[in-house]
């Protein structure tokens, strides 16, 4: 075996330090130095060096997070000081009572206790330990007293350093703190599992958990997965006097702590804390369900001590509740465009996280049986960042046998038609052609942006233009003319006048619109693009067998037979010869490589925008020829940034990938 000369040793060591370094810039301040290119070189470098020279291995070494073998177990870690848990307060009150006690117990007058208040994060309590400098167990909290050995696991999660940083290393320091999943991060692994048919994580603490919980370090290692530093147990070789030193310290050893912990000197400033972070919850990158207000000074937080298993100079100060209780007052059905029936409860009114929740989806009989909801049953309900409200459970305990239990309509509750539930389909669907719920839904898809884009022509309008009978398929609409118009409530001159110049206008729209605009089941406008760029026309489009379309890549089996069936259900191709007569034109595309002003650009898109939503964003970059991706890669050319970018933000900065702000974004698609 080769022996390794002097410099090979500095080098290995050299390698070892910038990727710990450039780690900690990208991980835990979010703000990398170099480009991912450039970080992998260094790591490939190291990786063959010590391949070569495997006794240069060191466990802090970065090449070293991911371990080998799965384990059969976990095997215990008895915390040498107890991992405490927290006195809860839930209103301004307790908040009061619990600073009323710090004063009486300490002796110390109202002013002169200072607080810390962080946020509360909602993830999975664990410890690391550092002997030297580098990290040698990683541990769950478990139950205060015994946790879990996770040291495999935890040494995969980025921002928890290997080896400490900074020139003030401690001989020995257990550093506590809470491992969290990204709200975003969560969404992507469910859908992920979702695809691959795996159960689904109920919420980003459960998906955090699971991941430090897991016996193979290499699946830890691929889910994302971040520490917040928030205190320690265990320090040697270093003083410390207070708790935002302690933290100061911890972000100096290269731990990430959060930005909004703040120091307050009255309680006053710890409620004006409270209010503020409750405000901007909803809108941070992770969940957290409250605030945490620690006693500054160590001295203090000695002589209050603890109380069984909580301190007495620390309170969790929690927010209200995402989940509330709430009952059931009936189970409507709703049907859609393409006739799916939905159940959808209609619940007691109830403030669910600051916003009102009157109505959940339950969406499809499968689910409202799984879950056993019954009309008259008292219900948890939650909202989970901007996700439609849903029932999380029956609260059985509270039935008194009055609740009733619901079937799926055997007929359609709008237009009276048979409803059926297709063999392998979990929704039952309306079979009435005419239904007036699937046209108004059709009708307003139609008429939305992105598709014809009638300015003007919203959902109520069209509504009253069905219930009289004035149309019945969007064909309808080009034959409108001023008098029926003016049967409509509320209508005047100018603005008929309005609606039939924005209907003439969307007579020629372009090829991705007007497929889109089809409503064609399981076409969404991206599909349409495809359609459109491969099939040049509604006509050759129209011909093609679903062998053909399956040729198509992204069109699969279930969306071949969707366009393959819409082109051969009769009824739809009246429709199609209505629009031609009715003046639309069905534009033709030129062979050819097609430039437009996009052509060949690929965007992301992170944060909300506060002049579009996602998808008209999205609508607007297709429309110019150019792709969204979900995920940032070297491929990305921009990454369009609104309010509170996500991760994807980091990782354009460290690719180097060109950023767009909204106003950039907006001069860039002449909006
Ligand atoms: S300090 C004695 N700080 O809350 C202090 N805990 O109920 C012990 N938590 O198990 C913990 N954010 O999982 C502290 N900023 C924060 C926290 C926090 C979340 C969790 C932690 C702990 C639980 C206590």
């Known amino acids: ?14 390698l070892r330090d910038k990727i710990n370094y450039h780690n900690y810039r990208y991980y835990v301040l979010d703000s990398p130095e ?8 260094l790591f ?12 240069l291995i060191t466990p802090d070494s970065p090449t070293q997070r991911v371990g080998p073998a799965p384990l059969e177990e976990f095997k215990t870690v008895r915390h040498t000081l107890a991992m405490l848990s927290l006195n809860k307060a839930t209103s301004e009150r307790e908040l009061l009572d619990f600073h009323r006690r710090v004063q009486e117990l300490s002796g110390i007058s109202e002013n002169e206790i200072k607080y810390t208040a962080e946020p509360k994060f909602d993830g999975l309590a664990v410890e690391v330990i550092y002997h030297g400098g580098v990290l040698t167990t990683g541990a769950t909290r478990g139950d205060g007293l015994v946790g879990e050995d996770v040291t495999l696991n935890l040494r995969t999660v980025k921002s928890i350093p290997l080896k400490l940083l900074g020139n003030e290393i401690p ?6 703190g809470e491992v969290i999943m990204n709200k975003e991060d969560f969404a992507r692994l469910n859908k992920e599992r979702e695809k691959a048919g795996e159960p689904l994580f109920a919420n980003p603490r459960n998906a955090a958990a699971g991941s430090v919980r897991q016996l193979d370090p290499r699946i830890t290692s691929t889910r994302p997965l971040n520490m917040f530093a928030y205190g320690i147990g265990r320090i040697e070789g270093k003083t410390l006097t207070n708790h935002w030193e302690t933290l100061l310290y911890l972000k100096k050893l290269g731990f990430r702590v959060s930005q909004y912990t703040e120091l307050c000197t009255n309680i006053d400033q710890v409620r004006a804390y409270y209010k503020k972070i409750l405000e901007i919850r909803n809108d941070l990158p992770y969940e957290i369900d409250g605030i945490v207000i620690k ?28 989940q509330e209780n709430t009952v059931v007052k009936d189970i409507i059905v709703s049907v859609g465009r393409t006739g799916a029936l939905t159940p959808v409860a209609i619940l007691e009114p109830v403030r669910v996280g600051g916003v009102e929740v009157s109505r959940a989806t339950l969406h499809n009989e499968d689910e409202v049986k799984k879950k056993d909801i019954r009309i008259g049953d008292t219900v948890l309900v939650q909202r989970a960042g901007d996700v439609i409200p849903e029932v999380v459970k029956v609260i059985k305990s509270k039935r008194t046998g009055k609740e009733k239990v619901f079937t799926m309509p055997e007929r359609c509750p709008v237009c009276g038609s048979k409803v059926e539930r297709l063999e392998g389909e979990a929704v039952h669907r309306c079979t009435g052609m005419a239904c007036p719920a699937q046209i108004k839904e059709n009708l307003a898809h139609f008429a939305s942006k992105g598709a014809m884009d009638i300015d003007g022509l919203g959902f109520k309008f069209l509504e009253q233009l069905v219930d009289k009978r004035i149309i019945k398929d969007p064909a309808d609409l080009y034959f409108l003319k001023n008098e029926d118009l003016m049967k409509m409530d509320r209508m005047g ?16 729209p372009d090829l991705t619109s007007l497929i889109y605009a089809l409503g064609i089941r399981n076409v969404g406008y991206h599909l349409a693009g495809v359609l459109a760029k491969n099939f040049k026309s509604i006509d050759n489009l129209a011909g093609q067998s679903v062998e053909d379309l399956k040729r198509i890549h992204e069109i699969g089996p279930i969306v071949a037979e969707s366009i393959y ?4 259900n009769p009824k739809n191709l009246k429709i199609l010869e209505k629009l031609k007569k009715g003046g639309v034109k069905f534009p033709v595309e030129e062979e050819g490589p097609e430039q437009k002003p996009l052509s060949g650009q690929t965007f992301v898109l992170t944060g909300s925008l506060e002049s579009f939503t996602r998808d008209e964003a999205r609508r607007i970059i297709e429309s110019m020829g150019g ?3 979900s995920s940032v890669s070297k491929n990305t050319d921009f990454v369009v940034v609104g309010k509170d970018p996500g991760s994807k933000y980091d990782r354009a900065m460290s690719l180097g990938i060109k950023t767009l702000n909204e106003d950039e974004f907006k001069k860039m698609v002449g909006q």
């Open 565 to 568: 069936n819409f082109f051969h």
């Open 44 to 55: 490939d470098e190291l990786s063959e060096l010590e391949k070569k020279y495997p006794e």
């Open 493 to 508: 001159d100018k603005l008929a006048e309005n609606l039939l110049n924005a209907i003439d206008k969307s007579r020629k």
């Open 627 to 629: 792709r969204v991706s």
């Open 295 to 322: 006693v500054n000074d160590f001295d203090l937080q000695h002589k209050l001590g603890e109380l069984s298993r909580s301190p007495r100079w620390a309170v969790a100060w929690k927010f209200p509740p995402q």
């Open 1 to 14: 075996m080769p022996q390794p000369d002097k410099k090979i040793i500095e080098r290995v060591k050299e």
């Open 34 to 41: 170099i480009s991912d290119a450039e970080y992998d070189r």
């Open 171 to 176: 001989e020995l320091i257990e550093v506590r």
